[in-house]
T-cell receptor, first 114, second 108 residues
């Protein structure tokens, strides 16, 4: 199974809502990533988890809160977002953070903040 | 982390033609990867080339790497309408960062 799944596919939320994005992989990968991608731009790295520990936080605002409850799951908790946070949120995994190898990407969650 | 710079930003060709896109970077790398993204979807890995390799092939794809010029190119031969997508190069292993990408349009 070389698939990374993400739920939900689409999410519309108000600025006062709390929601979560979920990512799952069963490839035994120990590095998992969250990216944010605005239209016509490349993915921007937000967070990296390595062996379930937060390894990299790219100075992301605290209204985004990542969580890695186990080696297969990665969550992104959202609270008090702004309209400019509307974007495609991509999850990815790799065998290990420092490994020479490809990242496997999920299909993304299209987030709209109203 | 460093970022690749890609050119052209956009490329429009007819089906059957070849498409070439380039990625340049500034510091040493141990590998470079190319990804494809169809509109609004996740990225799909195409090819990884290591710093000690000069050329790799995968089907209709050919990637070259010139470490002396700090550049890589992706060639898609005999393009198809289904190749229409954005193509990104990514550098590094621990913290891959993506170039701005090349948007390829293949007209039937």
């Amino acid at each position: 199974d070389t698939e990374v799944t993400q739920t939900p596919k689409h999410l519309v939320m108000g600025m006062t809502n709390k929601k979560s994005l979920k990512c799952e992989q069963h490839m035994g990968h120990r590095a998992m990533y969250w990216y944010k991608q605005k239209a016509k731009k490349p993915p921007e790295l937000m967070f990296v988890y390595s062996y379930e520990k937060l390894s990299i936080n790219e100075s992301v605002p605290s209204r985004f809160s990542p969580e890695c409850p186990n080696s297969s799951l990665l969550n992104l908790h959202l609270h008090a977002l702004q309209p400019e946070d509307s974007a495609l949120y991509l999850c990815a995994s790799r065998t290990q953070q420092g490994a020479v190898g490809e990242q496997y990407f999920g299909p993304g969650t299209r987030l709209t903040v109203t | 982390s460093q970022q690749g710079e890609e050119d052209p930003q956009a490329l429009s060709i007819q089906e059957g033609e070849n498409a070439t896109m380039n990625c340049s970077y500034k510091t040493s790398i141990n590998n470079l990867q190319w990804y494809r993204q169809n509109s609004g979807r996740g990225l799909v890995h195409l090819i990884l080339i290591r710093s000690n390799e000069r050329e790799k092939h995968s089907g209709r794809l050919r990637v070259t790497l010139d470490t002396s010029k700090k550049s890589s190119s992706l060639l898609i031969t005999a393009s198809r309408a289904a190749d229409t997508a954005s193509y990104f190069c990514a550098l590094g292993a621990g913290k891959s960062t993506f170039g701005d990408g090349t948007t390829l349009t293949v007209k039937p």
